[in-house]
Each structure stands twice: as C-alpha cells, then as structure tokens.
C-alpha cells in the first residue's frame, strides 16, 4: 500500500518475516470488520493520491495561508463527497485521512447534532436540510471568555420580547462573550448559542439558540453581531487551522421559533414550558462528541505508535562488547517497556471506544423510548472513557515523540504536530479533571446507596459485589497465574471498589458532604481513574473472549491485553498495595509476567502496527515510513525548510556582516 515501488526496498522486511499472526486479519479485527478495512482503504488511497490535500509542508504556512489551505481543503473534499455520492461512512473517513481541523469539524460533529438532539420536528425539518447542503455553516457557541467548565454559569442572555415574538440575545459583560467555538471565527454563518433564557422576568438558565451571525450574501457580520478569531495557538500547523472565535451580541433580535425548543417551550405569550424530560438532555451533544473523542483517541496514539515501532525497529544503537552489528533500539529492553504499553493503550482504546458506540447507541434509542434509566451510566462512560483515554494518548504521543531521541523532535517526524493537535482533547469538550469529578461523584452516590440495597447496574454492576470485593484476596502465585483473566478482573474490580467505598467513608467524615466533596477532591480523581480502566481493560478481556479469526490474531491481542492490564497494575501498584488487594510479592510476579510479555511481543511489534493499515500520507512522518528508509528521506526534508532557499540567509548582510567586521577589526587592535 506504502512505498512498494519498483526498485524500493523494504528495510522492515526482515520485522514482518517474523510476524507469528495473520496481519490481514488483525487489520479486520483493528477496523471491526472486512468492510471498514476495506472502506478505509479506498478513502485512504483517496486522500493520498490527491495532490490538493497535501499536507507536508503544513507546518511551515504562515497562519492566514494555513486558514486558506483549509478552506480550500475542505470545499474540495466536499466537492469530491458529492460527485463520488460518498456515504457517510466514507465521509467521515475522508474527513479523518484529510487530517486537519477545520469547521466542518464543529458543523457536522456539533452543529448538525445539536439540532437533531434539540430541536423540534419542525426545526429540524427546517435547518437540517440547509446544513446537510452546506447552505448554511454552523458552530456550536457554548463557552465563554469568563466560564467554560461551569455551563450553568454563562452569562449570555436571551430575553424573550412577547411584544415582536423575538428573543433579544445579549452579551451584557466581557466575560459574557464566546470564547473558543471552533468556526465560529471566520467561516461559521450560524452558531447555535448557548444563553439564559428570560421570560416574565424570571431566568430559566441554559438554553440552545439557532442565530445567523454572517450575512449569506457576503459573509460580513449582521448588525449587532461582534465577530472574530481568538489568536494563535499552540505549535505549528497543528490546531491553528481551526478559526476559534470570539462573538458579541449588541441586542441582537431572532425569532421566538430559533430557541430549540425539544426539550422546553416558551409560549407566544411568553409562558416558559419544561417538557417532562431530564433537563440534562441539554447537555446531549457533549456526551455524543465525548464518545467520538473516545474512538478518536485510538487513532491518534496507533499513529504516533506506528510511527515509533517502525523508528525503533530501524535505528541503531550501540552494540555489543564483543563487536558485531549494532542494537536496533526497539531491542533494549528499556525502550520495550515505554512503547509496547502504549501500543496495547492503543488496541484497547480501540476496543473500548468500540464498544461505547454501542452503549451510545442503545441509550440514544432508550431516550426515544422516553426511558431515561441509562443517561447517568452514558454521561459517566463518555466523560469518564474521554478524560482518561485523551490524558493517556496526548502523554503517550509525548513519549513517542521522546522514544525516537532527537529525530522526533523534528516537525518531519511528525509527532510535534500530532501532540499540538492532539492535546486540547485533554481540555475541550470538558476538561478532564472536572469530568472525572462527574464520574467520581456518580461512584460516590453508587456506594452510599449499597446500605439501602440498590443493585447498581451497568459498569457499575460490580459494586453490588461489595461483600466479596471487599475481603477477597488475590489468588496469584507464579508470574503464569496473571495470565488468567478472572485474575485480572477481580484485582481491578477489588481495586476500584475498595479505594471508592475507603474515599466515601472519608467524605461521611467530613462536617459535610459538600466540604468532604471538596477536600477529598484528588482522592477522588483517582477512584474515578480506577473505575474507568476497570472498564477499559473488562472491554479488552471480552473482546479476546469473542471468536476472532485469522491465525494467531487472538494470541496475540490475549498478549495486549495482558501488557496492557499488568502495565496498570505496575503503574499504580500503590492502588492495589494500600487497598490490600494484592501483596508486594504479586506485583513483583506481575512485571516479572509483564517482561515476558514484551518478549513475545517483540518479533510481532512492526507487524501489530502494520494492521492499523496507515498510508505514509496519513502518518505524515518521515520515520515512520512503512518502508523504514528513513535517512534519504530526513535528508531530503531538511532542504525543503524555506530556510534553505538560499545559502546565504536574509538577515545576513544587517545582521551577521557588521558583527562579523566589527569583530574582525576588534581583533586587529
Ligand atoms: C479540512 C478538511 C475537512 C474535510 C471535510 C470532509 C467533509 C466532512 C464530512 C463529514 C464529516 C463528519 C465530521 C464529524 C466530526 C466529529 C468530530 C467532532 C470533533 C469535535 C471537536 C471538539 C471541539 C470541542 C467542542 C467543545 O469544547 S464544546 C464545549 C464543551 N464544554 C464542556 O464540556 C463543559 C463541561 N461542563 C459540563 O459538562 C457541566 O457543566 C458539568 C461539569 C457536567 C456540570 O454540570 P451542572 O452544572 O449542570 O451540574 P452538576 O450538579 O454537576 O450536574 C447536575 C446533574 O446532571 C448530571 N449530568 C451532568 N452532565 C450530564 C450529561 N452530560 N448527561 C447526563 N447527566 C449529566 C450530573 O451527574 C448531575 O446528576 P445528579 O443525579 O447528581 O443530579
Ligand atoms: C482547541 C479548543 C477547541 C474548543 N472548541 C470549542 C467549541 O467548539 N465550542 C465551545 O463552546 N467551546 C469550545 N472550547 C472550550 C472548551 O470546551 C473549554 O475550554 C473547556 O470546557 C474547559 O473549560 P475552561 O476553559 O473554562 O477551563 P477552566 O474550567 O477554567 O479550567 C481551568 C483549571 O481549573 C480546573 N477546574 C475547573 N473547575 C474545577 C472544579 N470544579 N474542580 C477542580 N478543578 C477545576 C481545571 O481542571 C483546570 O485545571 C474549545 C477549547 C479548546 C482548547
């Protein structure tokens, strides 16, 4: 698929040769089928091949440029949607080897959703088919320059006019002015606003508002509307592609029919009507993104993995004492224990991110069934499984970027912009220590109601476990016994419930709840943490138990999973001592368990991230060539940096010449 050119050579082929699985298949089992590889494949081949979305020398335009190339990046990716009759799937895909931010991003992920989730049939019915068409642009202006984690306290206002029909929206204060939306910037026509709805005199709090903010003749902001980009931002290239933006409103008048008005209603007279729904279905958009971050966060850490396995598999290094040739550096054992967890991270976020679009998916249509018993277990799941899958793949693509010594370094390795890019995940869409504070309060709430006797359900379903998890004892006795699965499970399981219930009893301790709540906040961090790779590694253990086909696939996922589990316990080894779920003893067996694991890992590391199936364009790095020739090609990408244009560099003759002379006569005297 790569380089495989006539004459090219293959300078991993002796990696692949040592492969123990069927790579074709675990390229089925990695994408989820036979038709998702085969549908990533074309649009893959799609992208590469065409010239308008190159992408190398992204890093290197200045930032107006940048926000041009993707202008015109994605018009011709629409374009070529449209005159291929592309599905959604292969939209999506496109959209996903195209590879950089931009407003479509926000239009269909936020904007689109926001509607189908909050709007009536007759909204719908009206906006959906303008934005499918991309007749209009929409954003999805939530945050503000004063409050971004706490949504109840913006301070936009919405006032509802029962004279003209309209809602007058309003920026009344500094702080009050969005901040932050992606496309709102310069390319967005419409934004969904989030504002306090006032009717009668009397706040109702957050609310979702259509409002046009660009004229559709000629773009320019309709009266009363304050519009424009918030700067630069971290890196080069990398998230600056995007035009998040900053908007005001001076009294600004829409239609009383623009509040989205699915889950409340205000009258023509102004009366304000809640529909008998929770109200947190207002939120319903942020859980939906929450869970494509989640498949998202695989994507990115199999990316900078790839590209360090493939690195490390060619580069060099000392050797031995003796003499001979030198060590390829994905042989140290060192190296080994800092990457391969990363590529068993990546497996596993790919399977749980899996399996929480089915959870998304069975919720989205309990709601419709008006059963609203899973949307705690949805919110904790998406907030949860985003928090700690982002913090780990942004940390992991560091140390990927680290793993391949100073060439990594190098915006041509690729991995500068993929962590630039990568890292606000840690922050939008929820930062992540406030929504691991969501998961740990739902826990807490979970075990004060145990006494009473409810059986918690769903991930939760272990608490209810609690007179045996409380006591039990690890049963392990040789570094072997941590190959089993109930082992594993119930350590985590011990685990998670244990520092939870020790943490409750600690709040109850408290003057009160609030003030335990407060001061046992980090406490709380980590019971969330805990909670959520419980359910990451019990989605990984159940995805090995499936039938998997192809010889050796399911061996060698056993084999992550298992790197992936005893990496965790080596990590937070402090968790499962001071909860007393396992001995000191056990912890030495299970990374004693956890070095032979990488043993056996080792010969089939390039092929494991050969089935991620990434063209070279997709990488967009020149170590993690599938080829792994890497030298000619740093080489030549050094010369394309405009530095190089010319020998001498500007500057020289009024900045490096007078120094020079000055010199040259100072050391005359
Ligand atoms: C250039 C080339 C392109 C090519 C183009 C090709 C063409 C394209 C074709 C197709 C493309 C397809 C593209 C798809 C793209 C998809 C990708 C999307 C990428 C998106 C990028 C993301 C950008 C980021 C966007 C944002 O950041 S938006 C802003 C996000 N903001 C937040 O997340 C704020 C976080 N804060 C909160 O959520 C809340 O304030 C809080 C912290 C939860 C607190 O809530 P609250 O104040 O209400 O109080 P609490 O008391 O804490 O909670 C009350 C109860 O409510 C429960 N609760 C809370 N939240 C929820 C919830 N979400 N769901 C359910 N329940 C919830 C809580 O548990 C409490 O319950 P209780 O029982 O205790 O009362
Ligand atoms: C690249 C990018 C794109 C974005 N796109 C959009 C968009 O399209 N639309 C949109 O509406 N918004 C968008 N945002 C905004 C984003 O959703 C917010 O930045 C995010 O929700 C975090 O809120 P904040 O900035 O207010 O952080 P703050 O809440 O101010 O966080 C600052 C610090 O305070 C801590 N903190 C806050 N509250 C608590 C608490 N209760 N307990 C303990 N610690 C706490 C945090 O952990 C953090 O360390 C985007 C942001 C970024 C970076």
Redesign the pocket.
């Known amino acids: 698929m790569e380089a495989g050119g006539a004459g090219e050579v293959d300078h991993l082929a002796g990696e692949r040769a040592t492969a123990q699985f069927d790579v074709d298949h675990m390229k089925v089992a990695w994408a989820g089928s036979r038709h998702a590889v085969d549908v990533a494949d074309r649009m893959a081949r799609l992208v590469a091949s065409d010239p308008v979305f190159r992408k190398d020398n992204r890093t290197m335009l200045p930032r107006k440029e940048l926000f041009k190339d993707?202008l015109r990046?994605?018009a011709h990716?629409?374009k070529r949607?449209v005159e291929l009759r592309l599905t959604?799937e292969e939209?999506?895909l496109?959209?996903l080897y195209?590879d950089?931010?931009?407003y479509?991003?926000?239009h269909?992920?936020?904007f689109v959703p926001a509607i189908k989730g909050q709007g009536t049939e007759e909204q719908q019915k009206k906006w959906l088919p303008l934005a499918y068409k991309f007749q209009i642009i929409g954003c999805?202006a939530?945050?503000e320059l004063g409050h971004?984690?706490?949504?109840?306290g913006l301070e936009t206002t919405a006032t509802f006019d029962p004279k003209t029909d309209e809602f007058v929206m309003h920026s009344p204060t500094l702080t009050s002015s969005k901040w932050?939306?992606?496309g709102l910037g310069k390319a967005s026509t419409h934004a969904v606003v989030y504002a306090r709805l006032i009717t009668e005199g009397k706040d109702y709090g957050i609310h979702g508002f259509i409002v046009q903010l660009r004229s559709l003749e000629d773009h320019s902001p309709l009266p009363g509307v304050t519009l424009g980009d918030i700067g630069g931002k971290f890196g080069s290239g990398a998230y600056n592609?995007m035009d998040n933006g900053v908007l005001r409103f001076d009294h600004v008048r829409i239609p009383r029919d623009q509040m989205l008005m699915r889950l409340s209603q205000v009258t023509k007279e102004g009366k304000y009507v809640h529909s008998n729904v929770?109200k947190?279905l207002l939120?319903?958009t942020?859980?939906f993104?929450r869970q494509?971050?989640v498949a998202?966060a695989s994507k990115a850490l199999s990316r900078a993995t790839c590209i360090a396995v493939r690195y490390s598999a060619m580069r060099k290094q000392f050797g031995p004492q003796t003499g001979g040739p030198e060590t390829q550096v994905l042989n140290y054992k060192t190296q080994q224990s800092r990457l391969f967890p990363l590529l068993a991270s990546a497996y596993a976020f790919r399977f749980v991110g899996e399996w929480l679009k089915w959870l998304y998916t069975d919720v989205t249509h309990k709601l419709e069934a008006k059963d609203f018993s899973t949307?705690?277990e949805?919110?904790a799941c998406?907030?949860g499984l985003k928090a700690v899958t982002t913090s780990a793949t942004a940390d992991g693509i560091e140390e990927c970027r680290k793993l391949c010594g100073g060439h990594g370094y190098l915006n041509s390795s690729g991995l500068p912009e993929l962590f630039a890019t990568y890292v606000p995940a840690c922050t939008?869409?929820?930062?992540n220590v406030?929504?691991l504070l969501?998961v740990a309060?739902?826990l807490m709430?979970t075990v004060s109601q145990l006494a009473s006797g409810k059986q918690p359900v769903g991930t939760m379903a272990y608490m209810g476990n609690v007179q045996y998890l409380m006591q039990c004892k690890c049963g392990v006795n040789t570094a072997e016994d941590w190959l089993s699965p109930a082992a594993i499970r119930e350590v985590f399981e011990a685990r998670a419930l244990r520092m939870a219930v020790n943490c409750a009893q600690n709040i109850n301790r408290a003057p009160s709840q609030e003030e335990g709540l407060y001061e046992l906040s980090p406490d709380l961090l980590e019971v969330a943490v805990a909670h959520i790779q419980l359910i990451i590694v019990t989605k990984f253990i159940e995805k090995v138990e499936q039938d998997i086909p192809g010889e050796g696939v399911k061996e060698q996922l056993r084999n992550l999973c298992n790197v992936y589990a005893l990496y965790l316990v080596h990590k937070h080894l402090g968790d499962f001592l001071s909860t007393g779920c396992m001995t000191a003893r056990q912890g030495a067996l299970a990374n004693q368990q956890l070095g032979k694991l990488y043993a056996q890992l080792r010969p089939n590391a390039v092929a494991l991230v050969d089935a991620f199936n990434y063209t070279d364009h997709y990488l967009g790095s020149v170590l993690g060539r599938y080829d792994g020739n890497v030298y000619p090609a740093l080489y030549d990408e050094a010369w394309k940096d405009p530095l190089n244009d010319s020998p001498v560099p500007d500057g020289y003759r009024e900045h490096l010449r007078p120094l020079l002379k000055q010199q040259l006569k100072l050391s005359r005297l």
């Open positions: 993707t990046k994605a990716a629409w949607i959604e939209a999506n496109l959209r195209v950089q931010p931009g479509v991003d926000l269909w992920g936020m999805y939530q945050t971004g984690s706490n949504v109840q932050w939306p992606g592609s929770p947190q939120y319903g942020m859980v993104v494509t971050i998202d949307l705690q949805a919110h998406t907030a939008y869409e929820g930062d406030v929504l969501q309060r739902i709430k």
